[in-house]
């Protein structure tokens, strides 16, 4: 049964504190349950929308079949830019994609680069469910997101919310640090032992993640990159990563109220398996359309460089299949960001013919040029990127394009 610790606020450095957050005082810090390896018994609306969201996930990840190979990056920026924004961390597609090409920029969009990394080792290390989740692989994907913090679990009371910098004002206090690996211990159990819908599986993994809150920060992208393991493990997905958590994103008081319910005394588990099964199933339904639209969109930029090769004359107009250009637009969708040398490393051509196909797919108006201190660094596909923020605004106010319309809280329309 989950139960409250009284614990006492004295803050020993109390130097650059407000008075009131200067103030001592009693606070009860939240120890929830543990969760063993038996899913819990749900109501029959609870098991219907999660077996519901199960089938729309297998559908969407059939529908899009192989094709989730190379639009899983582009998903899982997508979701770590929604994310970003949950913590109050803005970054665009392009620039976070500039980023993780060059290794270099805003401090925003390193950070979410590290995010897009964790999940993506999330899935690789973690998704053999041959294998079980140990406390040591949670540390390890936390590590990876907030590679400046010491590694490790916390080793100190925190808390969550609240105007100031006190768990008197808190809005959630998780548990004290003495039980964060008792309790981690038995989550990663949980992930590794427990049989059931994927869907109930994946939401009680992420609410006990977020309720334990075991590391200092990275907690909420830490958090979501366990749903993309547990749905993985559970072979719920095959070929694509559905972004759950940009849905979440788009109503976070609805989300915090459904972490809220998962607490209450006695849980309101079904509240919170409701909302996190819907969720998945419009995220699914926004990761279908990203991939019909990728897939428009790559005949149109190659039917725009067959005419641009005819209008100059050049033979032949429709590029030899092996033909350094045509295996540009080809990996687009995944490699959104180019520079002449990534070209030249990854489609083993001199750096010479990589800049001339560059230089072509940019005159053709398919690519654009990003310049930094008057200089060129790099080639963008800009439709592309316009895509994942559409796919993104779309999951954050529910659905359906959103090219002409701000989302509440959310960046501005891609041009």
Request: charge should be negative.
């Given at each position: 049964m989950s139960t409250y610790v009284e614990r006492l606020w004295h803050p020993e450095d109390a130097g650059g504190l407000s008075r009131r957050d200067r103030t001592p005082g009693?606070?009860?810090?939240?120890?929830?349950?543990?969760?063993?390896?038996?899913?819990?018994?749900?109501?029959?609306?609870?098991?219907?929308?999660?077996?519901?969201?199960?089938?729309?996930?297998?559908?969407?990840?059939?529908r899009i079949g192989p094709r989730g190979r190379y639009l899983n990056h582009l998903l899982i920026r997508s979701e770590s830019i929604s994310s970003s924004w949950i913590e109050g961390n803005r970054v665009t597609p392009k620039r976070l994609a500039i980023a993780e090409l060059l290794h270099q920029g805003p401090r925003q969009a390193l950070d979410v680069v590290a995010n897009v990394r964790a999940t993506e080792a999330a899935i690789a290390d973690l998704a053999d469910r041959d294998r079980p989740i140990t406390v040591d692989d949670i540390v390890a994907l936390q590590h990876v997101i907030e590679p400046r913090l010491e590694r490790g679990l916390r080793q100190e009371q925190n808390w969550v919310g609240g105007p100031g910098w006190s768990p008197l004002r808190a809005e959630f206090i998780p548990p004290p640090e003495s039980e964060?690996?008792?309790?981690?211990?038995?989550?990663?159990?949980?992930?590794?032992?427990?049989?059931?819908?994927?869907?109930?599986r994946a939401a009680i993994a992420h609410a006990q993640f977020e309720t334990i809150h075991p590391f200092i920060d990275g907690n909420g992208r830490t958090g979501r990159a366990l749903i993309h393991t547990v749905l993985r493990r559970a072979d719920a997905l095959?070929?694509?990563?559905?972004?759950?958590?940009?849905?979440?994103?788009?109503?976070?008081?609805?989300?915090?109220?459904?972490?809220?319910?998962?607490?209450?005394?006695?849980?309101?588990?079904?509240?919170?398996?409701?909302?996190?099964a819907q969720a998945a199933e419009r995220a699914a339904g926004n990761a279908v359309r990203l991939a019909d639209d990728i897939a428009a969109l790559d005949e149109q930029v190659h039917d725009e460089l067959v005419a641009y090769r005819r209008e100059r004359g050049l033979n032949p107009a429709v590029p030899r299949r092996d033909a350094v250009v045509l295996r540009i637009l080809e990996s687009l969708a995944a490699e959104p960001v180019l520079t002449?040398?990534?070209?030249?490393?990854?489609?083993?051509?001199?750096?010479?013919?990589?800049?001339?196909?560059?230089?072509?797919?940019?005159?053709?108006?398919?690519?654009?040029?990003?310049?930094g201190g008057g200089r060129l660094i790099c080639w963008t596909a800009d439709r592309h990127l316009a895509l994942v923020a559409l796919t993104e605004r779309s999951n954050r106010v529910g659905g359906g394009d959103t090219r002409h319309r701000k989302p509440r809280r959310g960046p501005a329309a891609p041009v």
């Open positions: 009693r606070y009860l810090a939240y120890v929830p349950d543990e969760l063993g390896d038996r899913l819990p018994a749900l109501g029959s609306e609870a098991q219907a929308a999660a077996e519901d969201a199960l089938a729309v996930l297998a559908r969407a990840d059939e964060v690996p008792r309790l981690v211990a038995d989550l990663a159990r949980f992930t590794s032992a427990t049989s059931g819908n994927p869907v109930v095959r070929h694509t990563l559905i972004p759950i958590s940009t849905v979440f994103a788009g109503d976070t008081d609805r989300y915090l109220a459904g972490l809220t319910a998962y607490r209450a005394d006695p849980p309101r588990l079904d509240d919170w398996v409701i909302g996190f002449a040398e990534t070209v030249s490393t990854g489609l083993g051509v001199s750096p010479s013919a990589a800049h001339r196909a560059l230089t072509e797919l940019a005159d053709a108006g398919i690519l654009g040029r990003a310049k």
